[in-house]
Nanobody, 113 residues
């Protein structure tokens, strides 16, 4: 299964973006789907995840970002509101199935006035 993130771009502080992650195959059996991000010069950090038990968010995005998944369409989304310059990063989606992690190419989000 290949994952491809899209939807990034340039947005002003306070704005919103919705990222999409398209899977080339079924994500129904994926135990976990998640978003990570990597800012220039920084380590990759976890942003949000979705499992059968629910969703979880990093403290830095809680209340502003929402992860969702559509198993029928093999899609995962990240709705990002109230964006801040500190949210600038390449965003990557990942999925875990039977202990194997799948990563896709990222999409760049730039928050700047």
């Amino acid at each position: 299964v290949q994952l491809q993130a899209s939807g990034g771009g340039l947005v002003q502080p306070g704005g919103s973006l919705r990222l999409s992650c398209a899977a080339s195959g079924s994500i129904f059996s994926f135990n976990l789907m998640a978003w990570y991000r990597q800012a220039p010069g920084k380590q990759r950090e976890w942003v949000a995840s979705s499992t059968s038990g629910g969703t979880n968010y990093a403290d830095s995005v809680k209340g502003r970002f929402t992860i969702s998944r559509d198993n029928a369409k093999n899609m995962v989304y990240l709705q990002m509101n109230s964006l801040e310059p500190e949210d600038t990063a390449v965003y990557l989606c990942t999925g875990v199935r039977s202990g194997t992690s799948y990563w896709g190419q990222g999409t760049l989000v730039t928050v700047s006035s």
